[in-house]
């Protein structure tokens, strides 16, 4: 049964994580794989993962309405699924669809102390998942419909994208609000060698929020010289990263940027995720370009940091809140999340969040070079120059 009203439906991409604790200290990734050594480590964290487990489990923990639909085998690994999920509540598994004769999706996932995560991951049932398989009632009275990880699920990419195109044309007629996740393809896999260019020309007209990483974007626009831990991401490459998808039909555009922060960019024509919507909240949204460096934290782990930005930044939108305070509960939100090990144990309620940010929560200095940007005293926002509210470089340029 599906409530009256559900502020977010996250669909797509599920599976089991099993991470092994490692001491501090452990050593590299370099020092680990190393042929017949044996490395002891501690219990295992074993949670769900991927976009609907991690932006849909952030959502519910900042005490957003939200539903699931994915894809699972009829199998342990299904059944220890279910069981994570209903310990969170008994209705977020409803949705889920148990296929016979499939495998769930697992991901061995490597994540000592310090070093950026290291995933062993099997599709699973995702290659089978079809958006024909949402139940039409789902989205009957969703405000928002979250799609996470197209590229990790063969059928919602082998076509071009013409289905999940004509999934996202029929939610936006319902007045559902759409939002997409990426991910990285293996560039050796199936999803590596599609055309991605023509996958987004194909979906982003319908898509009304996009929110991939940036070397996710880079891969798939064909900027194969370009990575941010290559320290070539600046503040024009975003700008014309993000032109580039506002021009190809997506109406708002966040770029993770990893330990550097959330870049946000919109056009000049959007909808909010608000059957009514207060009146001058979009004309806040429209025509603005800004970047959040990362609040400052302990990081314990990386894991699904970059799914809970995007459930912070979906919270600040069904909440009705202005472009910047969205733009730094997002980046408050991803923090909360790498203070533990696992991907959302560490998300709060949402009003912790933003208690935390209004006590005076440290950011990050900014690492990038933003070249011709300006911030302001009263807050730590970079505004670019597409910024038409708060952009003027007699503020302070960089």
């Known amino acids: ?6 502020d977010v439906v996250v669909v797509g991409h599920i599976c089991l994580d099993v991470l092994p604790s490692f001491a501090p200290g452990s050593g590299s990734p370099a020092d680990l794989f190393i042929p017949g050594k044996l490395t002891e480590v501690g219990p295992p964290v074993i949670s769900t993962g991927g976009a609907v487990s991690n932006t849909g489990l952030a959502l519910h923990r900042l005490g957003i309405s939200t539903r699931f639909v994915s894809k699972i085998g009829d199998d342990l690994l299904g059944r220890a699924v279910l069981d994570v999920l209903n310990g969170y509540g008994r209705d977020l598994a409803d949705g889920m669809i148990m296929a016979p004769d499939e495998p769930t999706s697992y991901s061995v996932i490597i994540n000592p102390q310090g070093v950026d995560r290291i995933i062993f991951h099997c599709p699973g049932a995702n290659d089978t998942f079809h958006p024909s398989e949402v139940p039409p009632e789902t989205l009957q009275d969703a405000r928002v419909l979250h799609f996470g990880y197209p590229p990790l699920m063969r059928r919602t990419y082998e076509d071009g994208g013409t289905a999940l195109a004509e999934f996202f044309r029929q939610a936006r007629t319902l007045g559902t609000f759409v939002s997409v996740d990426m991910a990285q393809p293996d560039p050796d896999s199936p999803a590596g060698r599609v055309d991605w260019i023509a996958w987004l020309e194909r979906v982003l007209p319908h898509v009304d929020f996009f929110g ?11 900027y194969r010289d370009k990575r941010l831990d290559a320290g070539n991401v600046d503040g024009d490459l975003l700008s014309e990263v993000s032109e580039t998808l506002l021009r190809m039909g997506a109406r708002i555009v966040a770029l993770k940027l990893g330990e550097h922060g959330l870049y946000l960019r919109t056009g000049a024509t959007l909808d909010l995720p608000d059957r009514e919507e207060p009146s001058g909240l979009a004309e806040t949204w429209r025509d603005r370009e800004m970047l959040s460096p990362c609040f400052q934290v302990n990081v314990k782990g990386t894991t699904g940091a970059g799914d809970c930005t995007l459930a912070g930044f979906l919270a600040g939108l069904v909440r009705r809140l202005p472009p910047e305070e969205t733009l730094a509960t997002a980046v408050g939100v991803g923090a909360c999340s790498v203070e ?21 929560w440290k950011h990050h200095p900014v690492a990038l070079d933003l ?28």
Request: with cysteine; charged share 15%.
């Open 371 to 398: 070249n011709d940007w300006c911030t302001d005293t009263t807050s730590s926002l970079w505004y670019g120059p597409n910024d038409r509210v708060r952009y003027t470089p007699s503020i302070s340029p960089r």
């Open 340 to 360: 533990v090990a696992d991907a959302i144990s560490g998300v709060p309620p949402l009003a912790t969040v933003q208690n935390r940010i209004a006590s005076g």
């Open 1 to 6: 049964m599906i409530p009256e009203q559900t």
């Open 212 to 222: 991939p990483s940036i070397d996710e974007i880079l891969f798939m626009l064909g």
